[in-house]
């Protein structure tokens, strides 16, 4: 709900993997990948959303689209990267 998004989905699951976040705001329908670590180290959290987890993180969202059929919508991919209490949200990371 914070800056105009609405929470469409949260851990929705399929038999390809998982969605930790699916949030839209007007016709962006947004896939989110939340990467959370203690410290910042081996580069942070966003690291760890590699080509193979991109690869993975699409063909859930293929999955989820699929399955609710939302209309015409602009498709992006985030990351939230999040390192103790602080988020940092990565728009259209990939």
Do not use: S
Request: charged share 25%; aromatic share 8%; glycine share 8%.
């Amino acid at each position: 709900m914070r800056h105009g998004y609405e929470i469409v989905a949260r851990n929705w699951r399929c038999p390809t993997g998982e969605l930790d976040v699916v949030a839209r705001r007007g016709d962006v329908l947004v896939f989110c990948e939340v990467k959370a670590r203690a410290t910042a180290g081996f580069d942070g959290p966003a690291a760890a959303v590699d080509h193979r987890k991109q690869r993975r993180v699409r063909a859930v969202a293929a999955a989820w689209l699929t399955a609710h059929r939302p209309g015409a919508v602009e498709i992006r991919f985030d990351v939230a990267a999040v390192t103790g209490g602080r988020i940092v949200v990565i728009e259209a990371a990939f």
